[in-house]
């Protein structure tokens, strides 16, 4: 990227060093020099320091509306109006990392628009009905206005797509939604994991273990439910979030919850676990990928990210188990093959598995990625 001079990357909101800042940060490597835009930035200093090389982003009006900190969701509905508020006008590339509005950034016909897409507004498009079904609005007037507001945003979200020059997917997954909303082919690269922090260990101890935050698609409580079923099986769940009592509520003795916790301390449960469950449709999913760098094999949904991360047990050098249904029976018949077949899944394969996700094999691909581009739109243009 040494051509390019000028680079602007745009965010969707900065609250947390959460998956999307990962990949982030890892963005900001490839291009150091580059200035950094969001609708809101609530990092703190000392994760700024550390991840994001001190850079505070250019944000928006809603940076300064009451409550912006904590219930930044709320002002979803004027989040368009306010990416679009941003100027960028006098970069020649800008990147956008975007799970919401990011995309949406206005750029003209001088300047090349790259938007790594993590999804598609999951709540806005085909996952519209079952988040409106777990926050119990699927009826009434506050329903409907909710729902006419996401018709609005489906609309500017399809229309936006157009400023876009170039769509990269975090899987073929997510290329797959692209092409759905926006009718627009995905180049795909792989979102960074830190392979290097994490240590295998040959040696398991007999417990499971998830971690999550803990909110309704990530199916923490199907876990905690099946686990209730097996009392005989070890549980530990790692995570806070606001499901956080539901999900006490329905645990059994065999289940430790232990609540948020820190990097080394989630390494080390991960480490010593003899799986790892994961329950969600992820659109990548980067824990189940930290727990195979750790030699830790997976028992995960099959749909969505997983199913590219995690290597099936029919397949060779298998590192997982899938389950076809997020049900509690489908769950528990998929432990009890692992543990039939444990054997089969070495540390050693789920390591090399896990490598190939790595922050040096991303920034090699993202910075080669965008120099080619940037080059194709330098002769184009000439």
């Known amino acids: 990227m040494s051509k390019v001079i000028n680079t602007a990357v745009v965010a969707d909101w900065l609250v947390t060093y959460a998956g999307a800042e990962r990949v982030l940060c890892e963005m900001l490597k490839t291009v150091p020099h580059a200035d950094l835009f969001a609708v809101i930035d609530f990092i703190d200093e000392t994760t700024r320091k550390k991840y994001f090389q001190g850079k505070l982003a250019q944000t928006t009006f809603i940076q300064h509306l009451p409550f912006a900190q904590k219930k930044y969701r709320n002002y979803l509905p004027f989040m368009p109006y306010a990416i679009e508020q941003l100027d960028v006008s006098k970069y020649d590339v800008v990147i956008s990392s975007s799970h919401a509005v990011a995309k949406g950034i206005l750029t003209g016909p001088d300047q090349l628009h790259i938007s790594y897409v993590h999804s598609p507004i999951r709540y806005a498009w085909d996952l519209q009905h079952q988040y409106l079904n777990e926050l119990n609005l699927n009826k009434g007037l506050k329903s409907l206005i909710i729902r006419w507001l996401l018709h609005k945003i489906r609309m500017w979200d399809y229309r936006t797509s157009n400023g876009v020059d170039h769509f990269v997917a975090n899987s073929k997954f997510i290329a797959r939604r692209i092409k759905k909303v926006y009718g627009r082919e995905a180049d795909i690269i792989y979102p960074p994991v830190n392979t290097d922090i994490f240590q295998p260990k040959d040696n398991k101890d007999n417990y499971y273990v998830t971690a999550s935050r803990m909110v309704p698609y990530k199916k923490i409580d199907l876990i905690v439910e099946s686990f209730s079923h097996m009392k005989d099986k070890k549980l530990v769940v790692i995570g806070d979030g606001p499901d956080m009592e539901?999900?006490?509520?329905?645990?059994?003795?065999?289940?430790?919850?232990?609540?948020?916790?820190?990097?080394?301390?989630?390494?080390?449960?991960?480490?010593?676990?003899?799986?790892?469950?994961?329950?969600?449709?992820?659109?990548?999913?980067?824990?189940?990928?930290?727990?195979?760098?750790?030699?830790?094999?997976?028992?995960?949904?099959?749909?969505?990210?997983?199913?590219?991360?995690?290597?099936?047990?029919?397949?060779?050098?298998?590192?997982?188990?899938?389950?076809?249904?997020?049900?509690?029976?489908?769950?528990?018949?998929?432990?009890?093959?692992?543990?039939?077949?444990?054997?089969?899944?070495?540390?050693?394969?789920?390591?090399?598995?896990?490598?190939?996700?790595?922050?040096?094999?991303?920034?090699?691909?993202?910075?080669?990625?965008?120099?080619?581009?940037?080059?194709?739109?330098?002769?184009?243009?000439?």
């Open 246 to 382: 539901k999900i006490k509520a329905k645990a059994s003795s065999n289940i430790e919850i232990l609540g948020y916790q820190n990097n080394d301390v989630m390494q080390e449960y991960m480490r010593n676990a003899k799986a790892f469950v994961f329950a969600a449709e992820e659109d990548f999913g980067i824990t189940p990928v930290e727990a195979q760098a750790c030699g830790t094999p997976i028992i995960a949904f099959g749909k969505g990210g997983a199913l590219e991360t995690v290597v099936g047990k029919n397949a060779e050098n298998p590192t997982g188990v899938f389950f076809e249904e997020q049900k509690i029976d489908s769950l528990i018949k998929a432990i009890s093959s692992f543990e039939r077949e444990q054997h089969i899944y070495t540390p050693e394969n789920c390591r090399l598995n896990a490598l190939k996700f790595s922050t040096d094999r991303f920034n090699q691909e993202f910075s080669k990625y965008i120099e080619d581009k940037w080059n194709l739109f330098q002769i184009s243009n000439n």
